[in-house]
């Protein structure tokens, strides 16, 4: 088969797609990653607030930010993705080849590089890591990522090549290699178990990054000190050695009023997970907002139509009427999270238009209500042969101001008389009910990656299963023709295919009244002025490389 080079691969249009910063100490809205703050500086120890601790370090599973914001700045990848293009460039793979219908990519590999417990990062190593990625281990109880799609095998062609073989077309496996869920890992910590990924564990999670994890406080903070000797960043990056910071403090802060505090006091220099009624803190001077795009699935809901409440289309479809999205967005949140026109946001690869199916409509949802035979009872609730139409959202905890999203949605929808509970919990206990449609029948999420291949990632019935359209119990699979379609954008071998198959997709989902899209969702930032060349990945994740200190 005839190979065709992709040393630079166009993942998306050229059209930059930037970060929107609101807010900052000079008043001029100078995005944080460029600085006009004088020359870089090196040292110091940078504090870094996260809301939750992390809970694997093991890159798959790394898509929760707290983990994302570790493995991020500990590994390198095969390609680096451009945030603002979303082109995929060359990194530790200096270049690669595809075959013509995506079922084998080959690496030339950069021989320089070492891990951080001095061993060399090899070919052998490169296919050790892509073998259980791609593969995963059940006995160690390690997943598949879900970024990789119909994987074989690898092979070390010789001393600084690899091959990757697939069963069927695979054409998302260029940016899979790119994102944090591939992050490289040495030989020693691929040996590993799911429960040693874990808390308690981090300073012996050993990858080739700028940094590396030199002390752990269980459940409160983390510390990473930068390599000296790290010599192998991204070509196009203008910063090239080591990282200009000493360390960072990566610090567990749950209350949003301690992280906003401590950041606007000075004694922290960053904060993740600003909520939207206390940006307004940081128009001050000397304090400023960096609001990244994460480019995938929007903030919003599924409905799970298996559950039997919601197996009627007319019920989703009521549903869907009775619900004021824009109120959400006014009432809760601010021009940092854009209303959601489609199943994506609108910087996402694949991204289609179709908001004429979430118009907001009471009296139509009214309608649709009585048409299903959910009627008003004497206390004004919808009953059904004597069932009353109740329905369970959890709380997503990773998502801003979920708890206020449900209560607002419990109201619109308590107006037409059907009732919505709201599931407590901490993350072990919203994660088990995320599984259950019996638990929870319509599950608030979002899941950001810079890929088409990110609407299967959320809806598939083998990825995140968000619908339930599988079921575990029998194996059985509620809508076939969804996953097919979901399919089909993991596995057509071209751009062009692949738009065309997430775009079937998406009209699907909206017409079946599967989910609700509400906003597209960025990771706010909170810094002070202290903090220069600060970024993100493409999916918002921090970004500490050519971050520094003044002052």
Known sequence: MSRISRVILAAASTAAIGALVVGCSSGAGTPASTDAGGEPQQGGTLTYLEPQTWNTLYSPS??????????????????????????????????????????????DLRTDVTYSDGTPLTPENVVKNFDLFGKGDTARALPVSEAINNYDHGTVVDEDTVSFVFTAPSPGFGQAVSTINSGLLSDATLD??????????????IGSGPFVISKEELGTSTSLTAREDYDWAPPSLEHQGAAYLEGIEYIVAGEDSVRVGTVVARQADIARGIQAPDEAQFAASGLSLHAAATNGVNNGLSFRFREPRLSDLTVRQALIAGIDRQQIVDTLFTDSYPLATGALATTALGYIDTSEFYEYDPEKAADLLDEAGWTLNADGLREKDGEILSLTFNEALPQPRSKEVVTLIQEQLARLGVTVELYAGDMAAQTAASADQNTVQVYHSMVGRADFDVLKSQYFSK??????????????????????????????????????????????????????PIFEEPQVFGLTDKVHGFSTESVGRPSFYSTWLVG
Not at 72 to 98: F, G, S
Not at 489 to 505: F, H
């Open 192 to 205: 590993r178990t799911s429960e040693e990924f874990g808390p308690g564990n981090a300073v012996d999670i």
């Open 463 to 516: 990825n995140r299963n968000t619908l339930v359209n599988f079921t575990k119990a029998d194996g059985s699979v509620g809508d076939q023709e969804l996953d097919t379609l979901l399919q089909a954008i993991a596995s057509e071998s071209t751009t062009e295919a692949r738009q065309a198959a997430s775009a079937a997709a998406q009209q699907y989902l909206a017409e079946n009244a599967y989910i609700l």
């Open 62 to 107: 790394a898509g929760f930010y707290p983990n994302g914001g570790i493995v991020n700045n500990i590994t390198d990848r095969l390609l680096y993705q451009n945030p603002e293009t979303l082109e995929l460039e060359p990194w530790i793979a200096t270049a690669y080849t595809v075959n013509d219908d995506a079922t084998e990519y080959t690496f």
